[in-house]
């Protein structure tokens, strides 16, 4: 069974900076894409940015330039280093893992943009 377990929400000023991290339990990490999705209030949750088993990484329009996405395989863990923080980047943030069968979520962090 492969559980993901994500940190590092909170709250952050406009213009600050959050790193989220995703950690995943089982061998499969290293084999499949991981990436980060998001779901405000009362919208669809969204893709923010994946990376590939072979680091390959795409970006939502409206994060490219200020997030990063980066994995570490011997951790089993993949990383979301989100600068120059606005206002619409708050909800919940969530961790996936997208294998051939099946996709996997972890429960979710919230990150809240706000002065």
């Known amino acids: 069974q492969v559980q993901l377990v994500e940190s590092g929400g909170g709250l952050v000023q406009p213009g600050g900076s959050l790193r989220l991290s995703c950690a995943a339990s089982?061998?499969?990490?290293?084999?499949?894409?991981m990436g980060w999705y998001r779901q405000a209030p009362e919208k669809q949750r969204e893709l923010v940015a994946f990376?590939?088993?072979?680091?390959?990484?795409n970006f939502a329009a409206s994060v490219k330039g200020r997030v990063t996405i980066s994995r570490d395989s011997a951790k089993n863990t993949v990383y979301l280093q989100m600068n120059s923080l606005k206002p619409e980047d708050t909800a919940v943030y969530y961790c996936?893992?997208?294998?051939?069968?099946?996709?996997?979520w972890g429960q979710g962090t919230q990150v809240t943009v706000s002065s």
């Open positions: 996936n893992l997208h294998s051939p069968l099946r996709d996997y």
């Open positions: 089982g061998s499969i990490f290293s084999l499949n894409r």
């Open positions: 990376i590939t088993s072979g680091g390959i990484t």
